[in-house]
């Protein structure tokens, strides 16, 4: 069984900073990559950012140059350190990891996601 929980959201006004961060536990032989999506009311769930073992990231257009997706491999722990919020970033944010559990299974896991809400 894998968990991953997330933290670090909250309300802050337009051009302010938060950082969340992602904590897989759990039966974890290796993870492939772990991201950020986020929902908007009313909206579908879109990819935010993503970040591979080997470190190749990938951001939606709307969030490049404004976020930051790293990773600590050593803690199964991923971050995204978002700078100058809008509040199009308004939305609930889920962490999303590709992990390989013991013995050998893999899959897609999504935390309970974290709210973020942007104040003009």
């Known amino acids: 069984q894998v968990q991953l929980v997330e933290s670090g959201g909250g309300l802050v006004q337009a051009g302010g900073s938060l950082r969340l961060s992602c904590a897989a536990s759990?039966?974890?032989?290796?993870?492939?990559?772990m991201g950020w999506y986020r929902q908007a009311p009313g909206k579908q769930r879109e990819l935010v950012a993503v970040?591979?073992?080997?470190?190749?990231?990938n951001y939606a257009d709307s969030v490049k140059g404004r976020f930051t997706i790293s990773r600590d491999n050593a803690k199964n722990t991923a971050y995204l350190q978002m700078n100058s919020l809008k509040p199009e970033d308004t939305a609930l944010y889920y962490c999303n990891a590709r992990v390989t559990a013991f013995p050998a299974v893999t899959g897609n896991y999504w935390g309970q996601g974290t709210q973020v809400t942007v104040s003009s």
């Open positions: 759990g039966s974890i032989f290796s993870i492939t990559s």
């Open positions: 970040i591979t073992t080997g470190a190749n990231i």
